[in-house]
């Protein structure tokens, strides 16, 4: 059966620091690994990652994967209280009933001022 | 460009009575998706379409139907709601099924609750 885990579940910290976010996966017919932000509504799409050891930057999140070992790392620097979120990694694979895309249960952020 | 959108936002139903969640999207996508958001269990995929005319079953689709008779439509039914059915439901679509470049782009959910 196909697996996501993010770790960890919930995490406080506080401005200006440095958070990095865990998603293993265990999946078959592996095609690319997303992460979402979600803010009480609607995950709004971070990175998609489809090469090991290519990081994806865009401001101050970044993001790597890692295909021998299962796993991407979402980091993210000089923490602002926007960035309070639910941050969701997800797995796209090929499945033989067609596309499939699963989620891992989010890691919830909180950056406190 | 309206992205996704979700009819209706919030609904209350009574066990029992039926409904029909409405997703559009303006993106000329060919997949489109129907999720439902538990607290502690992530996002799983009730039912998908890969295009106009097609479904298919996802992670948890037992207790709703789905039908896109127009590409820009996903409809998601309960025919007979019960308490379990209590969730926020999100659509999504994408432009292919998740090529190198494809990502899911979602709506704004409807919160459902089933008395």
């Known amino acids: 059966e196909d697996k996501v885990v993010q770790s960890p579940l919930s995490l406080v910290v506080h401005e200006g620091d440095t958070v990095t976010l865990n998603c293993s996966y265990e999946?078959?017919?592996?095609?690319?690994l997303l992460w979402y932000k979600q803010e009480k509504k609607a995950p709004t799409f971070l990175f998609m990652l489809?090469?090991?050891?290519i990081e994806k930057k865009s401001g101050r999140l970044s993001s790597i994967l890692d295909k021998k070992e299962l796993f991407s790392i979402l980091n993210i620097t000089a923490t602002q209280t926007g960035d309070s979120a639910v941050y969701l990694c997800?797995?796209?694979?090929?499945?033989?009933?067609?596309?499939?895309?699963?989620f891992g249960k989010g890691t919830s952020l909180l950056v406190t001022p | 460009n309206a992205g996704v959108t979700q009819t209706p936002k919030f609904r209350v139903l009574k066990t029992g009575q039926s409904m029909t969640l409405l997703c559009a999207q303006d993106?000329?996508?060919?997949?489109m998706y129907w999720y439902r958001q538990d607290p502690g269990m992530g996002l799983r995929l009730i039912h998908y379409?890969?295009?106009?005319?097609?479904?298919a079953k996802g992670e948890v689709p037992d207790g709703y139907n789905v039908s896109r008779l127009k590409k820009q439509n996903f409809l998601l039914g309960l025919e007979s709601a019960a308490p379990s059915q209590t969730s926020v439901y999100f659509c999504?679509?994408?432009?292919f099924g998740g090529g190198s470049t494809d990502t899911q782009y979602f709506g704004p959910g409807t919160r459902l609750t089933v008395l």
């Open positions: 999504a679509s994408s432009r």
């Open positions: 999946v078959t017919n592996f095609r690319s």
């Open positions: 489809t090469s090991s050891g």
């Open positions: 997800a797995s796209h694979t090929n499945s033989n009933s067609g596309y499939a895309l699963n």
């Open positions: 993106m000329n996508h060919e997949y």
């Open positions: 379409s890969v295009g106009e005319g097609t479904t």
